[in-house]
């Protein structure tokens, strides 16, 4: 059973808040793979919303991601390089007056 | 960061009148101003950018929970409320469940941390059912606020 393990850096300027959040998990249930994250030696699941946001992970937070199973690779592959190109989370100017 | 560093106890809502999104978003809002944590010149403009950003993806979460935010540079720092729909909102939740229970937050832009720490307490917290389930049954702002504190006494840590 392939079990592969990538740390890599939370990057964008908010964080891991709602948006990117949704993207990682979102990606995450693509795969067959069991997915993990740890963030300061607690580890959540990768597929569940509700738990990545319980991380607080903030710009510069490093996450060991964990991939098991079948398309491990793959997973991970994908799942790092999204979280190394910031979640793709631009800074959107939400709240100009 | 716990509950009482950023929820305006003046503006939590027990029994929401509201039936839509955007009415549930508007009465929070409403009731953020009527206990003075944001200025009502601004309040219309926060609505809008609440909306905005729900058009990006909906921030119902799950289990009947949702966290309608907006950055904005009126504030501060980050204000919030907490309301309590019976009924139960089509949020076009992540679960397509109705939501009930609404955390609405207000953050300055400048402080992305502040705003990730409240959404941690909020995850965190409601990993317990029974807050959850409690919160959810709530009759009055009082029982909310209670709760509130309750949780951040860690009496429904898991």
Do not use: W, Y
């Not at chain 1, 993990?36 to 569940?48: A, F, L, P, R």
């Amino acid at each position: 059973m392939a079990r592969k393990a990538k740390t890599v850096v939370v990057s964008n300027r908010d964080g891991l808040h709602l948006r990117p959040a949704h993207a990682f998990v979102k990606l995450a249930s693509q795969f067959d793979a069991d997915i993990s994250v740890t963030k300061n030696g607690e580890t959540i699941d990768g597929k569940s919303i509700l738990s990545i946001l319980t991380l607080a992970a903030t710009r510069g937070a490093e996450l060991e991601i964990v991939a098991s199973g079948g398309d491990a690779d793959a997973a991970l592959e994908a799942l790092a390089e999204l979280v190394e190109n910031g979640f793709l989370d631009e800074e959107t100017e939400e709240s100009k007056i | 960061m716990k509950f009482q560093e950023f929820v305006s106890v003046g503006a939590i809502r027990a029994a929401l009148d509201s039936h839509t999104k955007e009415d549930v978003v508007t009465e929070l809002v409403g009731a953020l101003v009527e206990a003075g944590s944001i200025n009502p010149d601004q309040q219309s403009d926060i609505v809008k950018a609440i909306m905005k950003r729900e058009e990006l993806g909906s921030t119902g979460i799950g289990r009947g929970v949702a966290v309608p935010h907006t950055k904005h540079p009126s504030v501060q720092r980050l204000v919030g409320t907490v309301g309590v729909s019976v009924e139960g909102v089509d949020f076009e939740s992540l679960d397509r469940e109705k939501v009930q229970l609404f955390f609405l937050l207000v953050s300055p832009p400048d402080r992305p941390g502040d705003h990730l720490r409240a959404l941690e307490n909020i995850t965190r917290q409601l990993r317990d059912d029974t807050l959850c389930r409690f919160l959810k049954q709530s009759k009055t702002a009082a029982d909310i606020q209670q709760l509130l504190e309750e949780a951040d006494n860690n009496q429904f840590v898991s």
